[in-house]
């Protein structure tokens, strides 16, 4: 019990690192101590009345949290002016823009068809479906991109931090979808080779998008050339390395994952090497290793929530016009806020850490 | 055009009333304030903790109660001590008679169930 104790004053001193700076100075070790002497007094009272403590507490700090940040100035000001609550912001990037993009994937999967209909004629059997497809994740990257510069960017460097997110986010998005788009591994692949393919994939992308907080805070001014590069690179590579394994006999064989887990390391050692070229910083590791562990682990258990209200999926997926499409679709929007809201915070929390320990940065 | 001004601090809340008054008899730290907010209110106030700190942040901007001491509590802690103002105990009088007024309404109609 006293661990749990112990636990609960940790998640609360957390917490309470959402409060503006001036209020935390003033206030956050008193808060701290008397949150810890009512809750002891709680507990000696027995089970009930702690959980109706904690209850209250819960309850009441996000209203007093925005009560205090509305008085002493706007949200986004108080979240721009902070430098230490890199988590909150981090938070808010992630779930906002992976919410988004679960809405906006659905919208373009809705709309699709029906423009391909329309332009069918004019098309003569040509299909739009990955032009559409691309401009759609062009324009969620764009959106992702201001959405890291406002809530995550130093105000002087605003056009640096959004062109990072942009092509950070496109960087994953690339290799992520490729192998699908381009060698449809659905098919080619069975469901247990998918599965893994699938979680290397998310533990790829979750180290990329550590390398997207780690980029901007360099002081070289040829990180975002060098992501370009990356993000027309690192698909070519994939495409031809790929090509060469399936039109290869080794497609055919049990063997034919070991070459794709070796394009996977090289894929996630190349991202480790850009971030360290850029940020020799040991604890930039960290970051990127927390986003790797902490995209799989947590997408893993929000999904597994999800899929608990997701009716069984058909056969051939569920098509714009199947009568549980928006349902799945808010489900999976919601599923993806929270995951990016958690996985956010857990990236944005250790860039602050690192960020109240900074070691020397690497000269221009 | 109508202009609508806020001239008085009645009514006051039921958290601001309490913690006035606790303050009344004597400073106290932001523990005792709460144990005795709950006494006072015979146990129907229970101020959780954000909610005690940010009304005392607002107490002390607007002037009713000020910091008085810090008491050190074993190593690297220490309590802060608030006592009520002139200014905020000039509030919680006219707060008390506002009440008074209205409890005395109610008497003099001799509302069932009042004394």
């Known amino acids: 019990m006293t661990k749990l104790l112990a636990f609960l004053i940790k998640i609360y001193g957390l917490l309470i690192r959402l409060f503006p700076p001036n209020f935390r ?23 009930y009345p702690l959980l109706q403590f904690c209850v209250r507490e819960l309850i009441n700090l996000p209203i007093n ?5 509305l008085k002493e100035s706007s949200m986004i000001t108080a979240l721009r002016s902070q430098p230490a609550n890199l988590g909150l912001r981090g938070a808010l990037v992630f779930g906002l823009s992976l919410g988004f993009m679960i809405l906006a994937n659905g919208v373009a999967l809705s709309i699709e068809p029906r423009v391909e209909y329309w332009m069918s004629g004019w098309l003569q059997g040509l299909s739009i479906r990955p032009l559409l497809d691309w ?8 959106i992702f991109g201001c959405l890291f510069a406002v809530l995550f960017g130093d105000r002087s460097q605003y056009l640096h931090y959004m062109l990072v997110g942009t092509f ?22 069975s469901a247990q080779e998918n599965l893994y393919l699938t979680n290397l994939k998310i533990i790829l992308s979750g180290a990329m998008f550590g390398l997207i907080f780690t980029l901007p805070h360099s002081e070289r001014r040829e990180v975002l050339r060098t992501l370009v590069i990356y993000v027309a690179a690192y698909p070519m590579l994939t495409y031809f390395y790929v090509s060469m394994i399936v039109n ?42 927390a986003g790797a562990m902490g995209s799989i682990v947590l997408k893993f258990v929000v999904l597994l929530v999800a899929f608990l209200f997701i009716p069984p999926v058909p056969p ?15 489900i999976l929007t919601a599923a993806h806020t929270i995951f990016g809201v958690l996985f956010g915070f857990l990236l944005g929390w250790i860039l602050g850490i690192q960020k109240e320990n900074p070691l020397q940065p690497v000269a221009a | 055009m109508v202009l609508i001004m806020k001239t008085s601090n009645q009514p006051l809340s039921e958290q601001t009333y309490f913690i006035l ?35 005392l ?19 690297g802690k220490a309590r802060k001590i608030y006592e009520i103002t002139k200014r905020g105990g000039n509030v919680l009088v006219t707060e008390i008679q506002r009440l008074n007024t209205l409890v005395s309404a109610a008497r003099a109609r001799a509302v069932e169930g009042i004394a």
């Open chain 1, 248 to 289: 290869s006999s080794i497609s055919n064989t049990a063997l034919r994952l070991a070459p794709l887990a070796i394009l996977w390391l090289a894929l996630l050692g190349g991202i480790f090497a850009f971030a360290w070229k850029y940020n020799s910083n040991p604890e930039m590791v960290l970051l990127l290793i």
């Open chain 2, 57 to 75: 942040k607002r107490l002390l901007d607007d002037g009713w109660i000020r910091l008085l001491d810090e008491v050190p509590q074993g190593p």
């Open chain 1, 135 to 142: 401009t759609g994740f062009v324009l969620i990257g764009l």
């Open chain 1, 25 to 47: 100075a003033e206030f956050e070790d008193q808060i701290l101590q008397d949150f810890s002497d009512l809750m002891n007094d709680a507990h000696r009272k027995g089970k």
């Open chain 1, 316 to 330: 051939e997926g569920f098509l714009y016009d199947h009568p549980s499409f928006w349902s799945v679709v808010l």
């Open chain 1, 65 to 69: 949290l925005l009560h205090i940040h």
């Open chain 2, 21 to 55: 008054l606790s303050l009344q008899s004597e400073p106290k730290h932001g523990y005792a304030i709460a144990k005795d907010v709950q006494s006072l209110s015979e146990g129907r106030v229970t101020l959780s903790v954000s909610t005690l700190y940010t009304t």
């Open chain 1, 168 to 189: 950070g986010w496109l960087l994953q998005l690339c290799v992520y979808n490729y192998l699908e788009y381009f060698f449809n591994f659905r098919v080619l692949l």
